[in-house]
């Protein structure tokens, strides 16, 4: 039992250090909307990964072995991105310097569940690289039900905890935020999420 947990936490290791437009959109929200609506966000995250792993690990991993299904997973990934990335650029900053005391509403935190699961969910690498572990899992003859149970709650308990720790950092940083540097934080990972899903299309096209 002790072997696959230590195996998993170290792939959550690995997984939390990649830099992609969940890590940009994790800390983005944590900034803007404070800690627990990170929280909920990180939880969409983890649910759509949760998903993946029971879709991989029962066996469905022929969806993507079909050119044209994998084919069309990859350009509607890609232009899903992008959207979220041109979302960026259109948001309106509603931080004002004199507010009259008037609070700043606030996005509801089912709205952060969705996010989180939709940019998380539509990215069919994800579901390629859950394959890949599902694939590497199965090469372990000596490994029972419990030892793959133990090793997929190392892996997903470490990348939630590392998701945690992004978003409580930069949630504390929050108060350096001006609305000029809310806003250039925002145009930035817009970029950075269509450079993702533009990276997805041609990767795709490039098959």
Known sequence: MQAPILEGIGMGLVLSLMVGPVFFT????SMEQGFRYALVL???I?????IYVAITFLGV????E??????VLGYAGGAILVGFGISFWRKENLSRPNSGGIPLPKAKKRTAFIKGFGVNGINPFVMLFWISIASMLNLKSTWGQLDVFFYYFGLLLTVFGTDLVKAFVAGKLAHLMTTQLRMVLNKGV??????????????????
């Open 66 to 71: 079909s050119p044209t299904i994998e084919k």
């Open 26 to 29: 994790l800390i983005t929200a």
């Open 46 to 50: 983890l649910t759509s990964d949760l």
């Open 42 to 44: 990180a939880l969409g």
């Open 61 to 64: 991993s022929f969806l993507t």
């Open 190 to 207: 817009g970029l950075m999420v269509c450079y993702f899903g533009l990276k997805m299309i041609w990767n795709t096209f490039s098959r």
